[in-house]
Every structure is written in structure tokens, then in C-alpha cells.
Nanobody, 118 residues
Framework: QVQLVESGGGLVQPGGSLRLSCAAS????????MGWYRQVIGKQRELVAS???????NYASSVKGRFTLSRDNAKNTVYLQMNSLKPEDTAVYYC????????????WGQGTQVTVSS
């Protein structure tokens, strides 16, 4: 079992930056692939970025070059640095975890709201 707690959301102007954090507890963090999803009401949840156990990252095309995902295994935490934010980045952002041997994300945080608006 893994418990995930997100933090760092808020209101930011277009072009601004935010850093989301996701703190994990309950299991061997380094054995888990971590991901960030986002969801807008009425739309499907979208995978924004993921990071493997060895630190390799993947990004949605809509955020590539603007978002950076990293992990600190000593602190059981992943960070999503979001720069050059756009209004279309507005969503609830969810942290997710899956064991490296699993095909789907089994653990989810409660979500944190990100609003990009002037």
C-alpha cells in the first residue's frame, strides 16, 4: 500500500510557474513508477508526465519543454516543476504510483487544483 499526498497547487498568472510535490509513504518508494495526471471537469484524465524507477521521464506533448518531473528517493517525493503556464493547464492534478511490475496506476493522491488565470 502506498499513500500519496500532493501539495503546491494554487492560482498563478499565465507565464508563471508552480511546483507540485507528491509525498509517498507506506512502501518502498524507489520501486514505484510515479506519474502526474490532470483532469478538467467533463474531460478524461490525462497523463501529464511519468518517471520510472531509474529516473527516465516521459511527457505529454502539450507540456514537453515546460514541465519537468523529478524524484528524490531519499525523501520519498516527486516534484513537478511547471513553467510557462497557460490557461489550458488549469486542472486538478493527481499524483499516481504503480509498482514497476504493474501495468496500471494503483495508488492515487487526493488531487490539487492548479488555476492559470490573469
Amino acid at each position: 500500500q502506498v499513500q500519496l499526498v500532493e501539495s503546491g497547487g494554487g492560482l498563478v498568472q499565465p507565464g508563471g510557474s508552480l511546483r507540485l510535490s507528491c509525498a509517498a509513504s507506506g512502501s518502498t518508494f524507489s520501486a514505484y513508477v510515479m506519474g502526474w495526471y490532470r483532469q478538467v471537469i467533463g474531460k478524461q484524465r490525462e497523463l501529464v508526465a511519468s518517471i520510472t524507477v531509474d529516473g527516465s521521464t516521459n511527457y505529454a506533448s502539450s507540456v514537453k519543454g515546460r514541465f519537468t518531473l523529478s524524484r528524490d528517493n531519499a525523501k520519498n517525493t516527486v516534484y513537478l516543476q511547471m513553467n510557462s503556464l497557460k490557461p489550458e493547464d488549469t486542472a486538478v492534478y493527481y499524483c499516481a504510483a504503480r509498482h514497476w511490475g504493474s501495468l496500471k496506476y494503483d495508488y492515487w493522491g487526493q488531487g490539487t487544483q492548479v488555476t492559470v488565470s490573469s
